[in-house]
């Protein structure tokens, strides 16, 4: 995702200051994983953005 984000998003949508992530909260990934969070917020802050 932030892969993404970094390239295409930011050149695509310029002035976005929200992004939609819809995701399965199984897995690796779970919600229950912490480190997921705080890269999602890390994400967030990188690119000024609401998720």
């Known amino acids: 995702m932030a892969t993404v984000a970094r ?3 930011i050149h695509s949508y310029p002035d976005a200051r929200n992004i939609l992530i819809l995701c399965d909260a ?3 990934n779970s ?3 912490q ?3 705080i890269k999602l917020l890390e ?3 990188e690119l000024g953005i609401v998720i």
């Open 26 to 28: 199984g897995g690796k």
């Open 35 to 37: 480190i997921f969070k």
């Open 43 to 45: 994400l967030a802050k």
């Open 7 to 9: 390239t295409c998003g």
């Open 31 to 33: 919600y229950r994983h």
